[in-house]
């Protein structure tokens, strides 16, 4: 709060008349940020696209989205603040993570639809891919271990990762390999399902 004032030049009262409360300001600044952080994204709709591009798109807009100064300043508010204010942790969840995961959802279940991976539950698939995505990205970019890369790199990063998403890491991996072999669609979602 000390911070926001500093950078607003205002004072604590003034903000509490025009937002309400911490809280408020904080709803407000998430609201705010999130909207811009996460439009690309939400631009992204299911289309007539090779699925690869699709996921290329995808994939490079959440990872730019994650490592943006903003996000990472919202992502470490939500963490910091979410145990006393759990509703801010779910209005951040509703407005990107969430949206992206909707957003794959229903890319897997069209290409489902299409003959494309009947092994997976399209959440399933979505879960994995966003894991693919931003990998050990988000937890370094949030504390400071890593710097987030340009965009070049990061493109490259969402090729590659999209190339295993949809190849596999070991070409020539057996089929049927015992408890390895995938599990047939709905074995992966946890009991709440």
């Known amino acids: 709060m000390s ?3 500093e950078y607003s030049k205002g004072s604590r009262r003034t903000l509490y008349e025009h937002f309400g409360s911490k809280e408020g300001l904080l709803r407000t600044i ?3 940020i999130t909207e811009r952080v996460w439009s ?3 631009a992204v709709q299911p289309g007539n696209a090779p699925i690869e591009v699709q996921l290329l798109e995808i994939g490079e807009h959440f990872l730019r989205a994650v490592s ?5 300043s919202v992502y470490r508010i939500v963490v910091a603040e979410g145990r006393r204010n759990p509703e801010i942790t779910a209005m951040f969840y509703e407005s990107g993570p969430r949206l992206v995961r909707v957003r794959l ?3 897997f279940e069209d290409a489902q639809r299409k003959g494309l991976f009947a092994r997976y539950e399209a959440v399933d698939l ?3 891919f966003i894991g693919m995505i931003i990998g050990d990205f988000s937890a370094g970019y949030a504390l400071g271990y890593r ?3 340009d965009e070049k790199n990061q493109k490259a990063y969402a090729r590659r990762a999209v190339h295993l998403f949809m190849h596999g890491a070991s ?3 057996p089929e049927k390999s015992g408890d390895l072999a995938p599990p047939g669609p709905g074995a992966l979602q946890g009991a709440d399902g």
């Open 3 to 5: 911070d926001i004032l």
């Open 30 to 32: 998430i609201e705010d």
């Open 40 to 42: 690309g994204v939400r």
């Open 68 to 72: 943006t100064p903003e996000a990472l």
């Open 105 to 107: 959802c229903e890319l």
């Open 126 to 128: 979505a879960e994995m």
């Open 147 to 149: 710097v987030p890369e």
């Open 171 to 173: 070409q020539g991996y």
